[in-house]
């Protein structure tokens, strides 16, 4: 079965730096490219960031650029993203979702994890 | 980036209903649209890919169409597990972006 488990979240100050985990089981993990969707409380889905398969290239949301760097380790079936320099308005479930098919261009996501909750505030 | 609107906000609508919900990008995306289902508390689901592609055991009364910067996505009878959020989503050009969501909720 096809698995995607998030960790990491928690209250953090602003400006603090957690760093989530998404750990993925029940598919060959290097071949999928993979995606962070965040959720604020009552509000839609915000796509945030993307990394290929591979781990060669790396996208990001205008409103995280520059503060938070997604990343992965194939060879623990993991995917991060760290987050630095956090604001209260970063406030939001965390996702990390499966692109649909192995080695795509443009990725739909089939599979995603429970979420974790990072809340900021002082 | 692309910004993608949905309509309307907020459906009422009763069991056994047809009902239609409008996405529409503000440049060309081809084909390259997803929709998704959300409940409360819930991760989202995959229903549609490729603007009019099911994904898998979704139900066929769901389906999707358009191309370009219009799509729809209809379910033809609602069911009462149906009454949820639904986003489209284009993934065409980054940064990937959500319509900011429809919420279907019984009349």
């Known amino acids: 079965e096809v698995q995607l488990l998030e960790s990491g979240g928690g209250l953090v100050q602003p400006g603090g730096s957690p760093r989530l985990s998404c750990a993925a089981s029940?598919?060959?993990?290097?071949?999928?490219?993979m995606t962070w969707v965040r959720q604020a409380p009552g509000k839609g889905l915000e796509w945030v960031s993307a990394?290929?398969?591979?781990?060669?290239?790396?996208y990001y949301a205008d409103s995280v650029k520059g503060r938070f760097t997604i990343s992965r380790d194939n060879s623990k079936n993991t995917l991060f993203l760290q987050m630095n320099s956090l604001r209260v308005e970063d406030t939001a479930v965390y996702y990390c979702?499966?692109?649909?098919?192995?080695?795509?261009?443009?990725?739909?996501?089939?599979?995603w994890g429970q979420g974790t909750t990072v809340t900021v505030s002082s | 980036d692309i910004q993608m609107t949905q309509s309307p906000s907020t459906l009422s609508a009763s069991a056994g209903d047809r009902v239609t919900i409008t996405c529409r990008a503000s440049?060309?995306?081809?084909?390259?649209l997803a929709w998704y289902q959300q409940k409360p508390g819930k991760a989202p689901k995959l229903l549609i890919y490729?603007?009019?592609i099911l994904e898998g055991e979704v139900p066929s009364r769901f389906s999707g169409s358009g191309s370009g910067t219009e799509f729809t996505l209809t379910i033809s009878s609602l069911q009462p597990d149906d009454f949820a959020t639904y986003y489209c989503?284009?993934?065409?050009?980054?940064?990937?972006?959500f319509g900011q969501g429809t919420r279907l909720e019984i009349k």
């Open positions: 490729k603007a009019s």
């Open positions: 979702a499966k692109s649909r098919v192995p080695a795509a261009s443009r990725f739909d996501m089939d599979v």
């Open positions: 029940g598919f060959t993990f290097s071949s999928y490219a």
């Open positions: 989503q284009q993934y065409n050009s980054y940064s990937y972006t």
């Open positions: 990394i290929t398969g591979n781990g060669g290239s790396t």
């Open positions: 440049q060309s995306i081809n084909n390259w």
